[in-house]
């Protein structure tokens, strides 16, 4: 794709309805730019004002980075004092308070390991979200610090909340089972590790943090892999 086609496109973008980008090309113009570190910075700034604009229309809450990250590192606090709690307590308040500390750090670490991941490789980002049809909190990239990231560390940055994710049941099931809480407690906890691996290699490979890691090491292996399907164009 040539620079005038991508100037074209981002142009169409800035025009379209927000959040109705997959019929521009936009994505596609974003999967070119990631693969030529000069249209990167000839376009990273624009591309992400288009980005920006479309996420306000789909954002049903957006909080800014310093408060959403204090309010999730208490929130943190909170769940990592309900695992602690279930030591002290008998059953069946052990296990509730084991179960409701691993929900409570679910909710709040994942953007949490995002954020630190991120960070490290210099990509910014912008606050807190909770989107349509997304009820658990995200943080908010600032694109254009994104565009600039190598591609790998783009990759472990979408795979670090996903981690995080998946470490949270099995760190709560090693606290429960030092703890000597309920085995019906811990029951619940093994299943809820071994559904989120089901979840991951079924659907979040396809649609979630783990598509967006695969497609960025495609861009740091040097092929790009951008795919669209019928229904339009997928965020390369």
């Not at 927000?18 to 974003?30: E, I, K, Q, S």
């Not at 954020?115 to 694109?143: N, S």
Request: proline letters at 5%.
């Amino acid at each position: 794709m040539t620079p005038a086609e991508i100037d074209a496109i981002l142009d169409r973008a800035e025009k379209a309805a927000a959040g109705d980008l997959g019929t521009t090309g936009f994505w596609r113009a974003v999967a070119a730019v990631k693969r030529d570190p000069a249209l990167v910075e000839a376009h990273a700034d624009r591309i992400a004002a288009i980005d920006d604009h479309a996420f306000g229309a789909w954002a049903l809450v957006r909080v800014p980075l310093g408060l959403g990250t204090a309010v999730m590192g208490a929130v943190t606090l909170v769940g990592v004092a309900l695992l602690g709690a279930a030591f002290p307590l008998d059953a069946p308040w052990d296990g509730l308070a084991l179960l409701a500390g691993t929900g409570t750090l679910a909710v709040s670490t994942h953007g949490l390991g995002h954020l630190a991941a991120g960070a490290r490789c210099g990509i910014r980002f912008t606050g807190w979200f909770i989107g349509r049809g997304r009820p658990q909190p995200g943080v908010k990239i600032d694109y254009a610090s994104y565009l600039r990231a190598p591609a790998r560390c783009r990759a472990w940055m979408h795979a670090a909340g996903a981690l995080v994710t998946k470490a949270v049941p099995v760190v709560a099931l090693g606290v429960g089972t030092v703890a000597a809480a309920p085995v019906w407690a811990l029951a619940i906890l093994a299943v809820v590790a071994l559904l989120q691996i089901v979840t991951d290699v079924t659907l979040s490979t396809r649609s979630g943090d783990w598509k967006k890691y695969r497609r960025e090491m495609r861009h740091a292996r040097g092929d790009g892999g951008t795919r669209w399907s019928r229904r339009g164009e997928s965020n390369p």
